[in-house]
């Protein structure tokens, strides 16, 4: 295994650990992270790998950034894509969003099935949906309920990841 790998790994465990005691994903632990993708990738592959991690930092936003915008994830979440996708280039990142959308949707449905908020969860999956649409932000949760309609979502992004990381794709 690369080493480049081991980084990845760290802070994907130290994001999973802090979004689930805080649902935050701290910019202590991302911004470095991110700053590191660029530097390693440009000390290793020159040129090359400065394109790798901007494409990849592009992909995250372009993926990640209308679900933020509509409030279906948070900043951190977009913030720890990008720094995964200025280690790991565009063409794993999209191979790993895509197995982070899976792994977040089945946690979702678990978590909100476990909580008693199946319908309402749903319901607010269709607002999300609606909202990238009509390219307006989904109505908010209420407060009440905020806790059992949404998730922490670095652990799926960890998921996604890792998976990435054992199917080879990029």
């Given at each position: 295994m690369h080493w480049n790998w081991w980084a990845i790994f760290i802070v994907l465990a130290i994001a999973t650990a802090w979004d689930l005691a805080s649902r935050r994903i701290p910019n202590w632990l991302v911004l470095p992270f991110l700053a590191a993708g660029f530097a390693v990738n440009v000390t290793q592959r020159g040129i090359p790998g400065l394109e790798s991690s901007l494409e990849g930092i592009a992909v995250a936003v372009l993926l990640v950034g209308p679900f933020c915008l509509l409030r279906g994830m948070g900043m951190g979440d977009l913030k720890l894509c990008a720094g995964i996708g200025a280690w790991i280039g565009p063409g794993q990142l999209f191979f790993a969003l895509a197995m982070t959308a899976v792994a977040g949707g089945l946690m979702a449905v678990v978590y909100a099935a476990w909580h008693h908020s199946l319908g309402r969860s749903l319901d607010g999956t269709g607002?999300?949906?609606?909202?990238?649409?009509?390219?307006?932000?989904?109505?908010?949760?209420?407060?009440e309920n905020a806790p059992a309609l949404s998730i922490p979502y670095a652990p799926a992004i960890a998921i996604g990841t890792i998976l990435a990381f054992l199917s080879g794709h990029g």
């Open positions: 607002d999300l949906i609606a909202g990238i649409f009509r390219r307006t932000p989904r109505r908010a949760a209420p407060p």
